[in-house]
Nanobody
Framework: QVQLQESGGGLVQAGGSLRLSCVAS????????MGWFRQAPGKEREFVAA????????QYADTLEGRFTISRDNAKNTMFLQINSVKPEDTAVYYC???????????????????WGQGTQVTVSS
């Protein structure tokens, strides 16, 4: 079993930056494929980014314009999401997710992840 806890959300002005963290507890963090998703009010949960166990292979949603960077520190059981030049449309609850045995080709699908955090709210003011 894996427990995930996000942090780093809050209120930020448009144009600013934010770094979200996701700490995992449980066994074999370094074996996990991990991802970030977000859900805005009234919208479906959408894929943001994913990262393989090594940290060297990543995948991003096509719509994010290069403002998001996913990374991980296996020594600290932590994954990060750096968001630069934030926009009001980035306002959402951000969730981290993890799985041991997913097919990387399907890493953008929420259904591929067995473990989820509770989410952290990001609100961007204009």
């Amino acid at each position: 079993q894996v427990q995930l806890q996000e942090s780093g959300g809050g209120l930020v002005q448009a144009g600013g930056s934010l770094r979200l963290s996701c700490v995992a507890s449980g066994r074999s963090f370094s074996s996990l494929t991990m991802g970030w998703f977000r859900q805005a009010p009234g919208k479906e949960r959408e894929f943001v980014a994913a990262i393989k166990w090594s940290g060297r292979v990543t995948q991003y949603a096509d719509t994010l314009e290069g403002r998001f960077t996913i990374s991980r520190d296996n020594a600290k059981n932590t994954m990060f999401l750096q968001i630069n030049s934030v926009k009001p449309e980035d306002t959402a609850v951000y969730y981290c997710a993890a799985d041991y045995s997913m097919n990387w080709v399907r890493a953008s699908r929420a259904s591929e992840y067995a473990f989820w955090g509770q989410g952290t709210q990001v609100t961007v003011s204009s």
